[in-house]
DNA sequence: CTTAAGTTATTCATTCTACGAATATGGAAA
DNA sequence: TTTCCATATTCGTAGAATGAATAACTTAAG
């Protein structure tokens, strides 16, 4: 492909309808050129293929065996670029169709509130229907097709059939009951371990970077509570001496009035990266390009409005 | 695909660049350009296109949905073209190979000898396997694909997938033992049908343009004789007072102390055209493009040597 | 808030080259 | 040979692509 920049793409154009034509003037008028210019070309296509393309045999010009073979697959070639071209742009707003997706309910929680205003406003016609699963079950979805997206944490190498992208990457925060904390308001190594600890996981016995991170540090925590919900867990924490630590975005952020303090977790915990993943076969489809458009607009303009101090 | 004539191809180069770069000054690096005229190109497609497909996100630029949209179809095309470009010419002499090849014998005494004494100088390592069936046959082998090229009289609508080339028009012409004949060296209508003729026939009961043209007439010939052999049917004659009405390249020409004299027919016979059938998807073959290119050069330069007087 | 760094957009003078008018050349037919 | 028709060539020119210089942005740092 390297090779397209050595030559000027036009030609091909003009080769095609010297082919096609199989007469120079006639090319000519075709394309809107005088004959002497598609003669040039001719001259340079000629150089270009070190073939003569087009022989007069018996007064008329006939096609080579190089023309031959070239000219079904140019014509391919050149169908496709002229398809590319006048691709009609997707309209959102008047788009009707449902997208199939999956995320656990954390990725709802980031996801789902500004893609469905987005949803509303510019595209009424689009319905969603999550689903969630594990991750091994979600990217089979996505690659047998019962699944547009799949949202989740996923290893780099997927297979060489799905796309990712990285939406963002996830920090740990810490929570605890602002009357519980000191002046400071956060706490440091001793007396974060001494204080009980709530634990929210999907699914118990999956990856948990926090243990990993203490686990480094060869220390330990009490978990006093394990639980599966991510908007649950916040609103138990308040007015108990627990700490809760968990991604940032799963907490209602500048909440006024929150008993809640977050503060930078004494241990440094792994962040994550948090990706969207499709199959390739939908990387033209001009519907599900514009929902993947917009998932990451939306996300990106969610950020500002959910920044914390650090 | 008229409207690839209204825009400059080679921007689609620039704009894939920009697209995998997805930055503008890379892209320009990797395209040998300066930065201002891929930025220029780059405002081009966007006007083009009435997308902006390269936006500003937190420092870096990004595609947008359109941008997503084209870009794997762009590279499926630009990757057809560039093969195209590099498409490594046929070398006959190199070639390796055994082409499969369906005709009466007729179209062997025409096609053969001066294919094959091509192959032999130019293909060396091109081998010929050459078959004999019902004209229905012949097309069915070419498009199940175990026959290669197929020759013969042919109706022009074939099936979608098959290709013709008319190779020449075949006209019929008499042959008589010269000493039957009046100095004239033809014989006129009631002379003509006074005397036995020989048919040649592949099969009987076949179409046959003599029978035919004779009946528009309204009369009739007395065959005395019919065989399926060209080369037989004109040893035949010899010393005879048979008449032989048959194809002209079914004669040997211009052969010294030839017994016969070839006159033309007193009534007008249709002359047919001797076609070369193929299969389409044998169209960008290299291989197969040479052979028909091959057979076609044989054939007409075969032409001049073989032209009788009338 | 200001400055600095990095990148893209714009301007404009220059260079190139694709273009076409005129014409030469070539090939087939009469 | 001449004539006709089609392609190739020549050459001056108009218009487009190009890039040096620079402006305008955007983000990050001080």
Known sequence: MNNLRRIDLNLLVTL???LMEKHVSRAAQRLHKSQPAVSHSLASLRAIFDDPLLVRRTGKLEL???????LPLLTEALHQLGALIDLPAFDASQAKRVFRLAMSDYGARVVLPGLVRRLRSDA???DLQVSQGSRAAMLAGVHDGEIDMAFGVFQAPLSDELRTHTLFIEHFVCAADKNTLPQTGHLEKT???????VLVAMQSGENNEIENALQREGVNRRVAMTLPHWGVASRVVANTDLILTA???SFDLFQEDSPLQLFVPPYPIDPFAFNMV???????DAGHNWLRQAIIGTLIQGEDGQQTGG
Chains 1, 2 share one sequence.
């Open 247 to 249: 991604a940032r975005r």
């Open 278 to 284: 499709w199959h390739s076969r939908r990387e033209s």
């Open 16 to 18: 095609h309808a010297l």
């Open 64 to 70: 080579t065996a190089r023309a031959n073979e070239l």
């Open 191 to 197: 007396e974060w371990l001494s204080r009980p600890h």
């Open 124 to 126: 009424p016609g689009i």
